[in-house]
């Protein structure tokens, strides 16, 4: 990791809270492969109790995919399917982020999706500043487990959190850049596809060039 994304992902630790650093996360047996990791971390987790979201909890949508995926999706939050379910990206957003991702000839299996929160919002509003920095270290957790070459950011929402900013959706597009060292690609959250479809040619443009850059890892 470079010193500039070293410094990058100390700044949101900080943000999110974090104090101190330990080498395999706290109270959970590092296990011998990364799914079974995940999936005791997603165990752990389920009683979360950081912010307000618990209250609407049904499922924590902790994320699926590839353990070892060459990139990682990363959308806002859960909203109702995905609450009743416990899996992201499964309601009508999450049909139309598979039609993109085929599109691209990227099969969802071969990625790794995730969340900026993982409990809905109700009523599928904005994640707050506070619910947001208190489930982020859930998330680089898992992007140090699994470890993907690349990110592909879904939305406003999960730009301005990740990159610490208040940035249009249009400048993040526009000005490529890394998150947590890795190349990473900002494009329109599939929901707001559905809203106005109008932002799909601008959308496909972004998921080319995605495209590219993972035909190449
Ligand atoms: N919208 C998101 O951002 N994430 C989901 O999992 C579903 C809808």
Not at 135 to 157: A, T
Request: proline share 6%; aromatic share 8%.
């Amino acid at each position: 990791m470079s010193r500039r994304a070293l410094i990058q992902y100390l700044e949101l630790l900080k943000q999110s809270g974090v104090r101190q650093l330990y080498l395999t996360p706290k109270n959970i047996e590092a296990a011998p492969d990364k799914l079974q990791t995940l999936n005791n971390l997603k165990t752990a987790y389920g009683d979360c109790n950081k912010c307000p979201l618990a209250k609407g909890r049904i499922n924590l949508v902790y994320g699926e995919g590839n353990p070892n995926a060459k990139a990682m999706l990363i959308g806002e939050a859960p909203g109702e399917q995905e609450n009743d379910t416990g899996r992201p990206f499964v309601g009508a957003a999450g049909q139309l982020l598979d039609k993109m991702l085929a599109a691209i000839n990227i099969r969802r299996e071969d990625v790794y999706i995730a969340n900026i929160v993982k409990c809905r919002p109700e009523g599928n509003r904005n994640p707050s500043q506070e619910e947001r920095l208190a489930c982020l270290p859930y998330l680089v957790e898992q992007i140090n487990i699994i470890q993907p070459q690349i990110f592909l950011i879904l939305g406003l929402v999960a730009a301005q959190t990740l990159f610490g900013d208040s940035n249009t959706l249009t400048w993040h597009r526009e000005n490529r850049s890394e998150f947590m060292g890795r190349p990473t690609w900002v494009t329109y959250h599939p929901a707001a596809l559905l809203r106005n479809p109008n932002w799909k040619r601008p959308a496909w443009e972004d998921l080319q060039a995605f495209q590219q850059a993972y035909e190449k890892l």
